[in-house]
Nanobody, 124 residues
Framework: QVQLVESGGGLVQAGGSLRLSCAAS????????MGWFRQAPGKEREFVAA????????YYADSVKGRFTISRDNAKNTVYLQMNSLKPEDTAVYYC?????????????????WGQGTQVTVSS
């Protein structure tokens, strides 16, 4: 089992940047595929980005491609989401998630563990 704790959210103006971190407990972090998802008020949770266990493969939602970058540091048991050129529509609670099935997937149902979320608010 793994526990996930997100940090780094906050209030930023449009065009600004934030870096989210997700720290994982346990010694098997490097076995987990990691993902970031977000949920805006009144909307369903949506996929943002995912990264394979080695970090060699990454996937992004079209809405964030070219602006967000997912990365991981297996030595630190941490996954990151660098968010640049933020837009008001990026406002949401951001969650990190993990699965140990080897699936670098956009499907939230394939992830077994979730963090508590961190709020990102982008003002116009």
């Amino acid at each position: 089992q793994v526990q996930l704790v997100e940090s780094g959210g906050g209030l930023v103006q449009a065009g600004g940047s934030l870096r989210l971190s997700c720290a994982a407990s346990g010694r098997t972090f490097s076995y987990y595929t990691m993902g970031w998802f977000r949920q805006a008020p009144g909307k369903e949770r949506e996929f943002v980005a995912a990264i394979s266990v080695t970090g060699r493969s990454t996937y992004y939602a079209d809405s964030v491609k070219g602006r967000f970058t997912i990365s991981r540091d297996n030595a630190k048991n941490t996954v990151y989401l660098q968010m640049n050129s933020l837009k008001p529509e990026d406002t949401a609670v951001y969650y990190c998630a993990a699965n140990n099935r080897g699936l670098t997937t956009r499907n939230g149902r394939e992830y077994d563990y979730w963090g508590q979320g961190t709020q990102v608010t982008v003002s116009s």
